[in-house]
């Protein structure tokens, strides 16, 4: 039998990590190997613990769920940790924050159950990658709060048909539909993938979903 993906809980509300917690070992294919209320605990947790993948909430006392994805799982840590981001409606500024500190997704604090379940087996699966349809599922339902930022004089230029690619990656195609819908390769739009998030210093799909958005280029 496959060992269970162990989960790490954090979030400053006891009620919440409970709820998480019951929902989550009730699942033979998930253990929750532990529980704490702050980012410095998770840290420690995870150290000790060596969780699969943490399920974070953001605003917490001592350290932060951004400082601490960004201590787990960020640029340049030997040993990442997959990080979930799980966040409330008012706090988008904070989930983008966190997604550029190395976290692989996020949901909702609202979402059903089986969404956090689905969500916490694909990234454990995907390698920090969100599938394209939950990605779209997901990050769609924030495009009317993200406000557009302004491109900046050194942001790498992507060429009209890597604009075309990553148009297609926000609205959740997978490279199978991509490559349909643009009469190429998937090897090609692999390619096309890796030079978008090269050139942008993305670390996955789900951070180009969220570039899309903040550059206005989907809506």
Do not use: W
Not at 160 to 186: K, M, Y
Not at 205 to 217: F, N, S, T
């Amino acid at each position: 039998m496959t060992a269970p993906v162990r989960v790490l809980v954090c979030d400053d509300q006891a009620l919440i990590r409970t709820g998480f917690s019951t929902i989550i070992d009730a699942q033979p294919d998930l253990e929750v190997v532990g529980e704490c209320g702050d980012g410095r605990a998770a840290i420690d947790l995870a150290g000790r613990l060596d969780p699969d993948i943490v399920v974070m909430d953001v605003r917490m006392p001592v350290l932060d769920g951004i400082e601490a994805t960004r201590r787990l799982a960020g640029a340049g840590v030997t040993q990442p940790v997959k990080v979930l981001v799980v966040t409330t409606f008012n706090l988008d500024e904070y989930v983008y924050e966190a997604l550029r500190a190395g976290a692989s997704g996020f949901l909702l604090k609202d979402a059903p159950p089986q969404q956090l379940l689905h969500g916490i087996r694909t990234v454990a699966a995907g390698a920090a990658l969100l599938a394209p349809e939950v990605t779209r599922q997901l990050v769609g339902r924030y495009a009317a709060r993200i406000r557009p930022t302004e491109s900046t004089p050194d942001e790498p230029a992507l060429t009209p048909r890597e604009l075309e690619v990553l148009r297609l990656i926000a609205d959740g195609l997978s490279n199978s539909e991509i490559a349909a819908a643009l009469v190429i390769s998937q090897e090609t739009v692999k390619t096309y993938v890796s030079r978008i998030l090269t050139k942008l210093d993305l670390r996955d799909r789900v951070q180009a979903v969220v570039y899309a958005y903040r550059r206005g280029l989907v809506t």
